[in-house]
């Protein structure tokens, strides 16, 4: 039985032309080039479906009442005899003809197929207010089978009346959709039944209906009937580095084109506002059904008249039609569809849009408000097996009841398919992002520590799992049975417990390893190096003393800010100091170690020349405690600024920094961590000097990889080196130039460490993000000299691992260090069959070293449940570890692919994924709806803001160093921080509420959502930016920016002035709280209305076109369905 019931279905299928080619998103046409998604304009492979006809709306009975959205239109609209999708808020029209377009064959050249044709609609009939093809809610679909004649030829003509329809209001109607039939791979013959779903219940949905079948979403070209000429085609703008015809780009784009015969000059078009403009249609015969001057142009945000061109937007936008494209000759046949039509008659502002309403697809807001309602005021317990937790945009206490709370680990689906046969048709990777040493919340208890004295923690014989509340007690708890290998292992004696009547242990809510899924063990000396304690860990800091460094103020801010931030390095527990030991070194061309013994009356520096075979030159003095060396750790700093502040010398070393620290820590028999401020390119003669290679042609070439890949493999070897000593590299990089990141962020990478940039650093500018950075880094959670493995139980094993470490074996994760942000993706895959009764279990372990010089072993465990239908699955995944996990994917595979290789394999397996759904868990209906899965239906929204992200689509602007360090940030990211790095956040700071803590309600990243009278707060995790409208009351900005008006506002600031007033007090304290959920110091920047910042805030309005070609949302989804739809013929 098909079950209807969490069906959305948006907006009707509806018919175009008689056998016409349409005009919208990016159509393909002959001669003209295609967009850097070919897809988006080329035709669709094998498969023209027919347009679904659409009779007229009427109630369904039984279906649930569903709002519609606010009309833009005040009156009621019926549809014209061109085609329903053709008239937009416009007039109505009243008896008008309706036509069904023409069936065509799904193979050219092949045999035509059975039409599928509605009976003739009733006389009296409701019509919906045609609001952007009207993207509707509907309750169900209509799934009558086809009859089984065909028809061909003019189809009759039905005639219409409109009876009028609320413009608000609930409205109940039905969709008429056609029939998915046998959609996978056969050509559907007539009189077939539709096909029946997948066994199973439907699973929640969502469902768009597209824009008509033949108006671009698959891209085709439809044959005209005989004897009737086709439209001219359309001209695309030409790729980079082809010619382009039409006006010089340095014309700015005009709504005034050669006069047409059979067509009027249209009058300028005004927005409506709330609506989107339609795409442009310059440069192609238009339809008589509109006016010749077509849709406006889509520029971000114009509500009105047809801005110039966007200041440093050179050229039109790649992937939409060229708003300078020459308008072609007029073909003189008789055109039946030339007979004038009222609608050039209308106003201008009621003229024909052709677009998808934004409001109508998916919205991350909508979701995430959802999610925080639903999911935000309960505790999320997890004892329960296989449960999804809530979203990470929501705020949400955990109890963990036997299974590690979702803070430590997030997986993609939690049903995972039993076969491996299943996994491969869903394509939905099987993957975990495990944050082992996450900070929790204050009202989160941290991991306990369970000591099991000198025989170290209890552990499975055969595959050394480690006892967790799966293992099962049998023989009167004298055994253990292995919930991961079924090894039966003896119970110690000293560990023995009886069991209750249940079969549980008596001592169960004792024992945190019996009762719940995130523990600690403290580990015997067997789990240590040479079988020895270990030393507690040091902190080296090595200071890059060139000209450049000195000049922007860095080593006089740095060694200012190190006498107090000594104070704070991290300790355990309630320990009155830190046990952590530092060191210093500088360096520019050769390399100073500083002895600070506490018994010296002034610090004593060494200097070591000879960088080719680098030593550490003392051994006693150089690490020492903070407190008792203070008055000459304190002395040293005073004078390290003055002994190099005239230096001359810019050439700097790098290689060999890094040996001499991880020297000084093997002689020091301990792990550590060296941080290391450096500002140039090491050109300087020494191991390790590097090139400047730089070089923007590679981009969009198959060579581009080489940018993201080291110049030489010296750093390769020197980073295994240090990962064996459990010496971790923290990078603070200050460059004014290239300095080649993808080389110098190498050892960084590979050892767990953080890597920081600040171009163009200047202490007074960039000092409180630096300061700030630094402070965090120094203070944080950190494990040292790590080893992290993962088991399963039987029938999956982890295969892949995304992230900041080492690995010499396909199992063990090496981490030279390994702290409270950094995140490792796991992907898992099939190596034998699951089993439904048992489910899966995950154990990740983690070893190492504290920064009291402990050794533990942190685990965390988590049971999911396992389906034999995909149904199942599909109800249990969640979008954002799914994006996690894929733009992890990408940005290895950049490392050895061309990005658009990159990017169309992202795009191919998220398509899989759908079609799947859509072919094997969704109830039967027209291929022009798109029907996406609820738990997924923001897949496209976030995979296109990946696609986007500088990384894979440059824009001129990006510096080779800045995508090589988005590139390194975002491996080691976790769920939360990749899903406000690629969707930003943006908060319409008028709106707040002064009396209340709570934020107000995230909007869109569009332009369009952005009001001239508003200010709106928007971060990412790395960027936080103040817009400002122009049209903002003053009585706001003297609130929030202390000065009567909008000119008066300083764009160069950098803070907010602290007043005395509620608004600016609550804008602070938002600004605040951002920044502390965050690992990285945002700095603030303040960005006025069509000021020359705005370029690089739009950047981050995930929504609209990008600067570098990156596709609008609405344009992405249409691409999405037509890449799905091609999968399912």
């Not at 509605?118 to 093809?133: D, G, I, R, T």
């Not at 990478?749 to 650093?761: A, E, L, N, P, R």
Request: proline residues 10%; contains cysteine; neutral net charge.
């Amino acid at each position: 039985m098909n079950q209807q019931g969490h069906m959305a279905s948006y907006g009707q299928p509806q018919p175009g032309y008689q056998g016409y080619q349409q005009f919208a998103y990016n159509q393909h046409t002959a001669g003209v080039p295609t967009s850097q998604y070919g897809p988006y304009n080329g035709p669709v492979q094998g498969y023209e479906p027919t347009a679904a006809p659409q009779g007229p709306l009427r109630p369904t009975p039984g279906a649930p009442p569903t709002s519609l959205p606010p009309s833009t239109a005040a009156q009621s609209t019926a549809y014209n005899q061109y085609g329903q999708g053709d008239i937009q808020n416009g007039p109505a029209m009243t008896d008008q003809m309706q036509r069904f377009p023409v069936s065509q064959s799904y193979m050219p050249g092949g045999q035509p197929i059975a039409y599928q044709q509605y009976a003739p609609p009733p006389s009296n009939a409701q019509h919906l207010p045609n609001q952007m093809a009207a993207m509707q809610i509907s309750g169900s679909t209509s799934n009558a089978p086809p009859p089984i004649s065909q028809s061909y030829g003019p189809p009759t003509s039905h005639r219409q009346t409109t009876a009028s329809f609320p413009p608000t209001g609930p409205a109940v109607y039905t969709q008429y959709s056609t029939p998915l039939q046998n959609i996978s791979s056969s050509i559907p013959q007539a009189g077939n039944p539709p096909q029946q779903p997948f066994s199973g219940q439907t699973v929640p949905a969502s469902t768009f209906t597209s824009p008509p079948t033949s108006t671009g979403l698959t891209g085709m070209n439809l044959p005209p009937p005989p004897g009737v000429s086709r439209p001219t085609a359309m001209h695309a703008p030409p790729l980079p580095g082809q010619s382009q015809t039409g006006f010089p780009p340095s014309q700015p784009p005009t709504g005034h084109y050669p006069p047409q015969p059979n067509h009027r000059p249209a009058a300028p078009q005004t927005g409506v506002p709330g609506v989107v403009p339609g795409p442009p249609t310059q440069g192609f015969q238009v339809h008589p059904t509109q006016p010749s001057q077509g849709f406006i142009p889509q520029q971000n945000g114009s509500f009105g008249q047809m801005r110039a061109p966007q200041p440093n937007y050179a050229a039109p936008y790649t992937g939409t039609p060229s708003y300078n494209s020459q308008p072609q000759p007029q073909q003189k046949r008789l055109d039946p569809d030339s007979i004038p039509s009222p609608l050039n008659e209308l106003p201008p502002q009621q003229k024909t849009r052709h677009r998808i309403d934004p409001d109508a697809i998916p919205s991350p807001i909508q979701v995430i408000e959802d999610d925080k309602s639903n999911r935000g005021s309960e505790p999320f317990s997890t004892g329960v097996r296989g449960q999804v937790p809530p979203l990470v945009t929501t705020d949400f206490v955990v109890k963990d009841q036997g299974n590690s709370s979702p803070r430590f680990i997030r997986c993609a689906a939690y049903n995972l398919p039993c076969t491996s046969d299943m996994a491969k048709q869903c394509q939905v990777p099987l993957t975990a992002v495990i944050k082992p040493l996450a900070t929790l919340p204050a009202d989160e208890a941290p991991p306990y520590i369970v000591d099991h004295g000198e025989t170290g923690p209890i552990r499975c014989n055969r595959c050394k799992a480690y006892m967790c509340p799966y293992m099962q007690f049998i023989e009167g708890g004298r055994r253990f049975q292995c919930a991961f290998c079924s090894c039966v292992t003896e119970v110690p004696l000293h560990y023995f417990q009886h069991l209750d009547h249940t079969g549980k242990r008596m001592d169960y809510y004792d024992r945190p390893e019996l009762s719940l899924g995130s523990y600690e063990f403290l580990a015997t000396v067997d789990y240590c190096k040479n079988n020895k304690i270990p030393n507690p860990p040091a902190f080296i800091f090595m200071i890059d003393v060139s000209y450049n460094a000195l000049k922007s103020g860095l080593v006089h801010l740095l060694c200012e800010e190190l006498k107090t931030l000594l104070d704070y390095l991290p300790r355990e527990g309630n320990a009155e100091e830190s046990a952590i030991r530092v060191g210093f070194v500088t360096y520019n061309k050769v390399l100073h170690f500083y002895n600070v013994k506490s018994s010296l009356a002034q610090p004593q520096m060494m200097v070591v020349s000879d960088i080719a075979d680098m030593f550490v030159p003392l051994l006693d003095g150089f690490l020492v405690n903070v407190n008792e060396s203070r008055a000459v750790i304190n002395s040293l700093l005073e004078q390290i600024p003055e002994m190099f502040g005239d230096t001359r010398e810019t050439e700097t070393v790098f290689g060999p920094v890094i040996q001499a620290g991880l020297e000084a820590l093997k002689a020091a028999e301990c792990a550590g961590k060296l941080f290391i401020f450096h500002s140039t390119l090491p050109l300087a003669e020494a191991p390790g000097k590097l090139k400047n290679r730089d070089d923007k042609k590679l981009i969009n070439t198959d060579k581009e990889k080489v940018l993201f890949q080291p110049q030489t493999n010296f750093y390769n070897n020197l980073a295994k080196e240090c990962v064996a000593q459990g010496c971790c590299v923290d990078l603070f990089l200050f460059p004014n130039q290239y300095v080649d990141v993808a080389t110098l962020g190498l050892v960084t990478y590979q050892t767990g460490g953080s890597i920081y940039k600040y171009t163009y650093f200047q202490a007074q500018a960039d000092g409180e993000r630096f300061l700030n950075d630094l402070h965090r880094d120094v203070r944080k959670v950190i494990g040292f000299d790590s080893v992290m493995r993962v088991r399963t139980s039987t029938g999956i094993r982890a295969t892949d691992f995304f992230g900041s470490f080492y690995m010499s074996n396909t199992t063990d994760v090496e981490l030279a260090a390994l702290d409270c942000d950094k995140a490792i993706t796991v992907e898992f895959k099939h190596d034998d069959k699951l089993n439904e009764d048992n489910g899966a279990q995950i154990q990740c372990a983690l070893l190492y070293t504290s920064c009291s010089g402990q050794r533990r072993l942190r685990i965390h465990n988590l049971s999911l449940n396992c389906c034999t239908q995909l149904a199942d699955l599909y109800r249990n995944c969640e979008t954002d570890t799914l994006i996690n996990y894929f733009v992890k994917l990408a940005y290895r595979g950049v490392l050895s692919n061309p990005t658009k290789t990159v990017r169309e394999t992202l795009i191919n397996q998220s398509a899989q994924i759908l079609a799947c759904y859509r072919k094997n868990c969704a109830s039967p209906s027209s291929a022009g709806q798109l029907i996406l899965p609820e738990c997924m239906k923001l897949l496209p929204v976030y995979l296109n803001c990946v696609l986007k992200n500088d990384v894979l689509q440059p824009s001129a602007e990006v510096s080779t160093d800045d995508r090589a360090y988005t590139r390194q940030l975002v491996i080691s990211m976790d769920v939360a921080e990749t899903s406000v790095f690629f969707y930003p956040r943006l908060l319409p700071v008028h709106k707040m509420d002064v009396d209340s803590d709570d934020f107000p309600v995230a909007i869109r990243c569009s332009e369009e959502r952005l009001s001239k009278g508003g200010i709106y707060l928007l971060e990412n995790g790395l960027n936080l930016f103040i817009w400002v409208g122009m049209n903002t009351q003053h009585d706001l900005i003297q609130s929030i920016f202390n000065v009567q008006s909008f000119g008066q506002i300083d764009s160069a600031m950098s803070a907010l002035p602290m007043l005395d007033n509620p608004y600016s007090k609550k804008l602070r304290s938002m600004v605040d709280m951002i920044r502390a959920q965050r690992p990285r110091f945002m700095k603030l920047i303040i960005v006025k209305q069509d000021d020359k910042m705005e370029v690089l805030f739009k950047h981050f309005l995930m929504e609209d076109k990008s600067a570098s070609g990156g596709a609008s949302y609405v344009d992405f989804l249409c691409h999405m369905h037509k890449e799905i739809r091609q999968l399912l013929s």
